[in-house]
């Protein structure tokens, strides 16, 4: 859907780069915690891939609202990146903090929600991270050629 949607196979590579980051943030945190993959953990990584695919998008859509306004790729990039910084914390902090409690909560019927929080939790902060810092530079390789030839088309 997302090549169909931005019409490029290399946008939807990219949207979707943070994704594996995600699950592996979210693996991890279920090994160190010795925790085992069970369907509430299930429900936490698919509650974890929309909102990496949601974060990669509002980048893709940010720095390409700075290109349709004539600014060059590497400037949309950096202005789109600084744009999605407060909207992307926002909404990965109040999930973060909302879910750090039930993560480390031993009281009972902890059982089920202790591993949907930790992988949220872990997952959400390695996404983040992930799309603030290093999707706009996998951005900016895979998707200048089709920008370029974009705006020469344009010109």
């Known amino acids: 859907m997302l090549v169909f949607s931005f019409g490029s196979l290399r946008a939807g590579f990219v949207l979707l780069l943070p994704i594996p980051f995600a699950f592996a943030a979210g693996a991890l945190a279920l090994y160190l915690r010795d925790m ?3 369907v509430a953990a ?3 990584f698919a509650t974890l891939f929309g909102i990496a695919a949601m974060d990669g ?3 893709y859509k940010g720095i390409h609202g700075y ?3 004539g600014f060059s790729v590497e400037e949309a990039v950096i202005r789109g990146r ?3 910084l407060r909207l992307s914390l926002m909404v990965s902090l109040v999930a973060i903090l909302g879910l750090v409690p039930a993560s480390f909560a031993t009281a009972l019927g902890s059982d089920v929600q202790r591993p949907l929080a930790t992988v949220i939790v872990w997952g959400l902060t390695g996404s983040t991270l992930f799309t603030l810092f290093v ?3 996998f951005y900016r390789i895979f998707l200048k050629p089709v920008v370029q030839v974009a ?3 344009e010109c």
């Open 57 to 59: 998008v509002l980048m």
């Open 67 to 69: 290109l349709k306004k």
């Open 135 to 137: 999707t706009p530079v």
């Open 42 to 44: 299930g429900v936490g």
């Open 151 to 153: 705006q020469d088309i």
């Open 82 to 84: 600084i744009d999605l």
């Open 36 to 38: 085992n993959m069970n």
